[in-house]
């Protein structure tokens, strides 16, 4: 059983700059894939967009089209911690950031196969 929590949301102006962590606790080492997706306030019933995933053996990274060159995802192994560095951020990226993990497969594509989820971290990009 993994658990992860999400922390480092917040309001910032359009430009700026965040960081999102994901701490994660229990069977770490059975880890294979990591993900960060979000969700636009007011599309409770759309799928979750993915926006960057890190698999765990290789450090190996893929990135949304929207967010390649401004977002970087990162692992701290020694803290069991994952990030998202967002940078140059535009309105468009306000959303529920959810951290996902899974033991096999991370599709940027489709949340379906994920089956450990945080509970989200807020981010508002105003213009």
């Known amino acids: 059983q993994v658990h992860l929590v999400e922390s480092g949301g917040g309001s910032v102006q359009a430009g700026g700059s965040l960081r999102l962590s994901c701490a994660v606790y ?3 080492d059975t880890i294979f894939c990591m993900s960060w ?3 636009a306030p007011g599309a409770p019933g759309e799928e979750r ?3 960057a995933t890190l698999y765990t053996d290789d450090g190996s990274t893929f990135y949304a089209d929207s967010v ?3 977002f970087t995802i990162s692992q701290d192994n020694a803290k069991n911690t994952l990030y998202l560095q967002m940078n140059s951020l535009k309105p468009e990226d306000t959303a529920m950031y959810y951290c996902a993990a899974d033991r096999n497969s991370c599709p940027l594509f489709d949340p379906n196969p994920l089956d450990a ?3 989200g971290t807020l981010v508002t990009v105003s213009s």
């Open 26 to 28: 229990g069977f770490t």
């Open 49 to 51: 967009e993915g926006v």
């Open 117 to 119: 989820w945080g509970q």
């Open 68 to 70: 390649k060159g401004r």
């Open 37 to 39: 997706f979000r969700q």
